[in-house]
């Protein structure tokens, strides 16, 4: 996999996560993007792991975020003119807002027309469970993967 | 540093949202200021605390005995209220957000006091709101003046809420006074508490998350036979048929227990309390009513006094 000069590199993946991450960040490949994908190499860490490759696109800080929810392990390096200028561990925040809807209809924050945001706390990070902070609804790592990636 | 704070500064101004909003102290003070209003109401001389004031009575859910005590309370200190009760009468029928109408309510109102199906409303509401607001009941989830006045209603019948064994029954999954009890009794050292419920009404998890956390001793069953003797609180609630998402499953579980005299004879405490939130549908039969159990009357008068003491210390009327 060669190196690239511009973009993210997304590192220690959980294996088989790859593509789940790619779609979170809303990358279909129909961008025009070049993006290089590698499933279940070996890793020191992690056993099996998959890497990410992004040119040209730099991670803002809601979109770690929502990788942190299905690939807590992941490290973020934002590479500028071939050098790792940047490299960060994707970091759950104690409040998870604006990226997951409560599963409860009767929860506040699906009722039609309110300017809500749904907002999660952090019960635990590992394993990972969200609590509503609305209706106290809690989700499980499963709910958040189905979720998020789709049965 | 709220710990060291006088719980008479810490009620000012408060939301109330959930029981575990509150410590067991402001509880107690709360207690203490309840049984000032009850004795103040019995000698017929309730000062007028809070003369000015306008509170809000936003029930968007029908409501008979919350809102009335919050109503009786509120003019018995010498405050006005404003408000409705169901949608249809006001511009949420025209298609007003939940936003806008506590934000004209809380332009009118020093305090609002807001029922509502959607659970987390009172917590939208008090984001968006300036004025303190107090949940009187939101969906399925939280009802903390119920829990408040239930509390009360244990310490006057026993002189304590530690100590004591707990049976709560009935509907623990979409009830929202069984749920805040149980959350209520975690602030307190219950001996034990026992969650009786048909398996699909069983109590949800984020509140028998918070029963594991405080260490509370606790069975869940379905058999209120088998732990009925060991009991001084047995706590019954109704079967929340508006909250079912699916009325077949209301049909499996609708009159599958029922607390009645000869039941309570034969195997409970004679010490033993019977609370109830009301309104029952057929879970006590009345012939309970007149028994030395029966508490849920008492238990309802009990939120006037309650109430009074919970808007009194918000408004910083009450030390």
Known sequence: MRKIREGTV??????????????????????????????????????????????NRHLRPEEVNKIALIAPTATINIVKDYDVVEKKRVELPSVIENILRCPNPTCITRKPREPIKPRFRVLSKNPLRLQCVYCGTILTAEDIVEQLIGG | ??????????????????????????????????????????????????????????????????RLSFETAAKRLGAETIGFTGEEAISVAKGENLADTIRMLDGYADAIVIRHRYEGAALYAAEVAEHPVINAGDGKQHHPTQAMLDLFTVKELFGAIDGLVYGVLGDLRYGRAASSFILALTLFKPRRVYLVSPPLLRARDEVLEKLREAGISYEETESLEEVLGELDVLYVTRIQRERFPDPSEYEKVKGSYRVTRRLLEERAKPELKVMHPLPRVDEISFDVDDTRYAAYFLQARNGVPVRMALLALIFGAWR
């Open chain 1, 10 to 55: 997304i590192d220690h993946i959980p294996a088989g996560r790859a593509l789940a991450v790619l779609k979170i960040l809303g990358i279909s490949g129909e961008e025009g993007l070049r993006v290089a994908v590698v499933m279940n190499v070996e890793s020191r860490k992690l056993g099996k792991k998959d890497i990410v490759k992004i040119e």
């Open chain 2, 1 to 66: 540093m709220s710990e060291t704070k006088p719980d008479s500064i810490s009620w000012l101004s408060r939301d109330v949202v959930s029981i575990l909003d509150f410590s067991r102290s402001e509880l107690e003070y709360l207690f203490d200021a309840a049984t000032w209003m009850k004795r103040r109401l019995r000698e017929g001389s309730v000062p007028r605390l809070l003369g000015g004031k306008v509170i809000a009575l936003a029930f968007f859910e029908p409501s008979t005995r919350t």
